[in-house]
């Protein structure tokens, strides 16, 4: 998974996501230059829950399914206007 600024630059990428005793391994790329393991404790799992079911993240979710559509229309324009 890649996360992007405002101006479509790579800020992370995401690899992978282990369990490590107690602790989630988050394997990722920050800044298409450093490689880290990046450790969730299991106190901060709450804050991450909290972070995942916002409204925001919900709504996102529910929208896909416009965004994909919406995207296939517009290659399509795009297409015929060429």
């Not at 709504?59 to 994909?68: A, I, K, R, T």
Request: aromatic share 12%; hydrophobic share 50%.
């Amino acid at each position: 998974m890649r996360i992007y600024d405002e101006n479509g630059d790579v800020l992370a990428i995401f690899y992978s996501v282990k369990r490590k005793g107690g602790q989630l391994v988050i394997d990722a790329k920050v800044l298409d230059s450093l490689r880290v393991d990046m450790v969730v404790r299991p106190g901060e799992i709450p804050g991450m829950l909290k972070l995942v079911f916002s409204w925001a993240v919900i709504s996102f979710v529910f929208m896909l399914p416009y965004f994909g559509i919406k995207s296939l229309f517009s290659k399509g324009k795009k297409k015929i206007e060429k």
